[in-house]
């Protein structure tokens, strides 16, 4: 058996790799029997910005069974997978604006591109297409959107409450069945994943330092400490620092880790955490990754301002001397390294993460004359039908409540 795959034009490539993804999305493949049937999306223009990979073709390909038309560009200037976006467009004919390692201009003229569909459901990861619409007079309003990830949903939410949010949004990313599994165990294993290719670094026995212990970091945290690594959290929420810390983990500021930790990870989603004060007292040779949406996690302005001298050692990592003579290694130009230096998270979690985009783009076609402009949760009964259905495939069953159960449980009489 031959495996010069590597040689096959790009598109055959990303044909196969999606082939490959979808058979390990059983709840989207179900979904995308139905919508062929069904037609539920029947000519609505989506517009979608999102990480170009094998999975979010499988979404795409389920979109349009149902009769959208869509158009796709990247949520990342690297997350794209030139294959997949190269197959989309010439095996599927599906409008695709992406390409890995694209610059800023590109990027935001992508989205501009993805916008001439006039979509009337956006989805998006990330926000940045909810924002560019907001920016100026596109001649068009959606009817509504969907939002994958925690960073989108934190921005639309200050949008909904500053008053100006113009569409209603749905926030796929506050599912149940996504962020307890994508956040969790598609972060966790894909940061780690990202980081290992990389850098070929051995993970056990190094102090790794994960700065934010909410769903992404809890996942990144379990995920290290499984590889050995003595796992450090620094955290600002007390709830979090505790549960953190009876999770087994050594919690403390980021000013003492700093002096001690290895490898870094932020999941914060917040700006500058690791910062002028904490490269300042770094080892010789830590190693700087993150796994927030944007790229301001690692203050690399402030890095470049302190380092003598800067180089690409090595794809994906880039090497900063410091005018005290130590070098700090940043991973994937600071973008999360999870898409960066390796695929994103596995099919098996994008396919419930997908299916509630999925759900919720059929949703608010039905519903979308019942919503104000604000962010609403992805309805329970989807939730609910998503985890049954993806139990379902794993080929596990689960009890139910007898009668007298349920009476017992709706009853305020019966004690003892
Ligand atoms: N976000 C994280 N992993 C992803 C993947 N594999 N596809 C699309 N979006 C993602």
Redesign the pocket.
Known sequence: MKYDIKNINLARKGKLRIEWAMNNMPVLNLIRKRFEKEKPLKNIRVSCC??V?T??AGLMLTLKSAGAKIALCASNPLSTQDDVASSLVKDYGIPTFAIKGEDNKTYYKHILSALENKPEITMD?GADVVSTLHKKDYGFIPIGGTEETTTGVIRLRAMASDGVLQYPIIAVNDAQTKYMFDNRY?TGQ?TIDGIIRATNKLIAGTNFVVCGYGWCGRGVAMRAKGMSANVIVCEVDPLRALEATMDGFRVMPLSKAAKIGDIFCTTTGDVSVIRKEHFLVMKDGAILSNSGHFNVEIDIPDLKKLSTKRRVIREFIEEFTLKNKKRIYVLGEGRLI??AAA???PAQV?DMSFANQAFSAEYIRKHHEDLDNEVYPVPKDIDDKIALLKLKSMSIGIDRLTERQKKYLSSWQEGT
Do not use: R, V
């Open positions: 999102l990480h990979t999975e979010t990861d598609g894909s999870n898409l695929e994103g998270h994008m």
